[in-house]
């Protein structure tokens, strides 16, 4: 039974033979179904590739940029440490150097007393000159024009004989290390009469 059935197909085959040709032609025109799907699914995939390419080229050219620049602020930091390595002697000294003033301002008549003064004198400038080698320098104050960057006002008076915003008296010295301020300086400062009455109101 099976063998009649193909023996009829044969020659249906052989009956028709353009019949059978067009069949395969228009199958040929058509593309085969896989073969498309096929490179469909090699174009999604070329694409893809070609995005994760992109994405993992830009993410290494940041990462690089980020350790470039972790690189630069960690070593701009230890040139910064070492520069101001000193800073918390220097700090801790300045109070000492003001203990000297004051010992070496005292005036008396008694010899020996003045031996001691002698001797904290030479040791006061001694230290002084030290600092100065070292980047530590006296904030100038006194008669000159108030900066709130190195000065801290802790009094105000009016003196018509002087400008505003001059320094009148210096109640403590103030001191810098290389660019920074150890201490700003205490001072009264000059203001006229209409800006100290806005002041108290």
């Not at 995939?45 to 994760?52: G, H, I, K, V």
């Not at 910064?80 to 203990?99: C, F, G, H, M, S």
């Not at 002698?118 to 006061?124: D, L, V």
Request: aromatic share 6%.
């Amino acid at each position: 039974m099976h063998n009649r059935y193909r023996e009829e197909e044969k020659l249906e085959k052989e009956a028709c033979p353009e019949t059978e040709a067009a069949k395969e032609a228009e199958v040929t025109e058509k593309g085969d179904p896989a073969a498309e799907a096929a490179a469909i699914a090699e174009g999604s995939d070329t694409e893809a590739l070609e995005a994760e390419v992109k994405r993992l080229q830009d993410l290494y050219l940041r990462t690089l940029a980020d350790a470039e620049n972790f690189k630069k602020r960690i070593n701009e930091e230890r040139i910064r440490e070492r520069k101001y390595a000193a800073q918390p002697i220097w700090e801790k000294l300045i109070t000492v150097i003001d203990i000297f003033d004051q010992a070496i301002s005292v005036e008396t008549n008694d010899p020996k007393l003045g031996n001691f003064l002698t001797g904290f004198t030479i040791i006061n400038k001694q230290l002084k000159e030290i600092m100065e080698e070292e980047g530590v320098r006296k904030i100038a104050a006194l008669n000159e024009k108030f900066d709130p960057a190195y000065h801290h006002a802790v009094e105000i008076e009016h003196d018509e004989t002087k400008e505003d915003d001059i320094v009148l008296a210096v109640y403590q010295n103030g001191y810098v290390y290389k660019d920074r301020v150890l201490r700003p300086a205490l001072v009264k400062v000059n203001k006229s009469k209409k800006e100290e009455n806005i002041n108290h109101e």
